[in-house]
């Protein structure tokens, strides 16, 4: 019995362009996993955390108000068009959180620590030391138990443009 002599070359080009097809399809994904994440650089390591994005005013303004939680390693990152102090408040937010402000470098300028505001109280706002262009939202006791410290350097994400 002969053999047909194209038959090896249609296999092996056959599975090169499935390789290639995977390739691309993994390298999409990568892509769209990378902007719904950031890394923190810290003494201990990096840390990537899942972050959903406030651009707009409306979304800077709400933030995470009214969410009874929000999930492990996760956050809201914020994008200000400028760097200047920031001021943040508890008004209608359920979740105590850790607030990191980070400059238009990336670097980890404060993090502090806010609880709730309480329905009958009148809600105190907390601006920053130093001025900001990004803000990071993550759980309260998070950057501790990251180690996230000021200094650290934060990957701005590719979505900003």
């Known amino acids: 019995m002969l053999l047909d002599s194209k038959r090896p070359f249609y296999w092996i080009s056959g599975l090169i362009i499935f390789a290639l097809a995977i390739?691309?399809?993994?390298?999409?994904?990568q892509?769209?996993?990378?902007?719904n994440s950031t890394?923190?650089?810290?003494?201990?390591?990096?840390?990537?955390?899942k972050i959903e994005l406030a651009k707009t005013q409306e979304e800077l303004e709400k933030g995470l108000m009214n969410r009874p939680s929000l999930p492990k390693n996760s956050g809201m990152f914020f994008i200000f068009p400028d760097e200047k102090t920031r001021s943040f408040w508890m008004k209608d937010t359920l979740i105590p959180l850790d607030i990191i402000f980070i400059s238009s470098t990336g670097r980890v300028n404060e993090i502090t620590t806010l609880k709730p505001c309480r329905e009958n109280e009148i809600c105190?706002?907390?601006?920053?030391?130093m001025p900001a262009r990004y803000v990071l939202e993550i759980n309260?006791?998070?950057?501790?138990k990251w180690r996230i410290m000021e200094g650290d350097i934060l990957e701005i994400p590719k979505f900003e443009k």
């Open 23 to 29: 390739m691309v399809v993994y390298f999409q994904y």
């Open 39 to 49: 890394t923190v650089f810290t003494g201990a390591g990096p840390v990537k955390i």
């Open 31 to 35: 892509k769209t996993a990378d902007k």
């Open 124 to 129: 105190q706002p907390y601006s920053s030391k």
């Open 140 to 144: 309260a006791g998070a950057a501790e």
